[in-house]
């Protein structure tokens, strides 16, 4: 998952990576959007890219949290649907038909986050029924998916694919279209122990057909092949550390174990994964290392994922406020994988960040709403007063999943 990816970006030059905003854009909060933000879209940055995406998030993560989403929003969403059953990254004209010269193009990452959001939702089984069959059809032989249909498999997009189903109930293993299953290409994506990135997963195999390590596919790979979405509880935590094996037959459970040993050695040093433009610095992966806690974590691998979670405490509140919507929900579900407080994330109130870019929340029994500058009354009336409307602010082209940039990881 991850706000990740400059797929989007990149898929419309015929570059495919693994998934969200162009990370070279401005991200400034005094970027001004290229298209009009549609009335119940969470984020004030163009949506062209990522409206799917960020949304979808958003609402996951509210509904992970026990809130019920504004109905506008998840209006917001369904309006999004292709007619055929997929979701575009963005569609500014939803009367217009996609596909076709000059409609919406949709793409297994907003189809597969638009699932896992509506399916936690409820209430939505037509449209993900629709959505399903969609992703079905666009299968690729040896059982992967590509960020678009007919494009090659990639470990990313194949993950994500693998969550929808498996929130949905279905078994992603009795997902064949041709040769292969979900498991089956993920399985060949992994490196063996034995190599340079031994345990990691690649995101596709070079020109040359080597697999190179990429750490943004491991996160992704390690949910895939344990069959999950993005949202994770705490679970049964495991004594020992990873260790990449060789041993026995290549199950999905082996891949998803050695993925992790990849990933805890990422972040043994620094808590964080990096990542760097050509030419640049090598920066701290916030999205990626929040992916990081998540997978480790869904593994059963909770002291290992301490440490990254500690890190984006104390780093990264500031890049979530510049990035928007989805990075919040990013770090709200890395926060609820390992059972911490997403209300007191290293002094920034990620739950109220998050409600304040988007259309507040209704309240549950369990829950009261907290997206305004005061909380509600806690009267046995009933009766919710939201204050805080309008206390959306302005955020630069944001991340689509932060991560998944068809790149090496270290």
């Known amino acids: 998952m991850n706000v990740r990816r400059s797929a989007a970006a990149l898929a419309a030059i015929g570059v495919l990576a693994a998934a969200a905003p162009a990370t070279a854009a401005d991200t400034s909060p005094s970027a001004s959007p290229k298209v009009a933000v549609p009335s119940g879209l969470f984020g004030k940055s163009d949506p062209t890219y990522d409206g799917v995406w960020r949304q979808s998030l958003a609402l996951l993560a509210q509904r992970t949290l026990g809130y019920r989403p504004a109905a506008s929003a998840v209006d917001w969403l369904v309006g999004q649907q292709c007619a055929k059953g997929g979701f575009a990254a963005f569609r500014a004209d939803t009367a217009k038909s996609c596909e076709g010269k000059g409609g919406a193009q949709p793409d297994t990452n907003s189809t597969a986050a638009a699932v896992q959001a509506l399916q936690a939702l409820g209430g939505h089984g037509a449209e993900t029924r629709k959505a399903l069959v969609w992703l079905k059809n666009a299968q690729n032989e040896d059982g992967g998916w590509g960020y678009t249909p007919g494009s090659p498999s990639d470990t990313n997009s194949t993950s994500v694919v693998v969550g929808a189903f498996a929130g949905a109930g279905e078994d992603p293993g009795k997902l064949r279209a041709g040769k292969g299953t979900p498991y089956d290409l993920l399985s060949a994506r992994a490196l063996a122990c034995d190599e340079d990135g031994g345990g990691a997963l690649a995101y596709q195999p070079d020109k040359k057909g080597h697999l190179v390590a990429n750490a943004d596919a491991t996160a992704a790979g390690v949910l895939g092949a344990l069959g999950k979405g993005f949202v994770n509880g705490p679970g ?14 290549a199950t999905e459970t082996r891949v998803a174990d050695n993925a992790a040993a990849y990933l805890t050695h990422a972040v043994a040093g620094s808590g964080h994964l990096k990542s760097a433009l050509p030419g640049a610095e090598d920066q701290p992966d916030y999205g990626n290392t929040a992916d990081t806690v998540v997978a480790l974590a869904a593994d059963g691998w909770n002291t290992q994922a301490k440490k990254p979670y500690g890190w984006l405490e104390k780093n990264a509140a500031g890049w979530a406020r510049q990035s928007g919507p989805a990075a919040y929900a990013q770090l709200i579900l890395a926060a609820h994988a390992l059972g911490a407080d997403a209300r007191h994330f290293g002094g920034t109130d ?7 870019t988007g259309p507040a929340p209704r309240g549950t029994a369990a829950h009261t709403e907290e997206s305004g500058k005061r909380a509600e009354d806690d009267s046995n009336t009933g009766v919710w007063w939201i204050v805080g409307v309008g206390l959306v602010a302005g955020i630069g082209i944001g991340f689509l999943l932060s991560g998944r940039r068809k790149k090496q990881q270290p």
């Open 236 to 249: 049964k935590a495991r004594d020992k550390a990873p260790v990449c094996s060789s041993s026995g037959r």
């Open 350 to 356: 990620l739950v109220r960040s998050l409600n304040a």
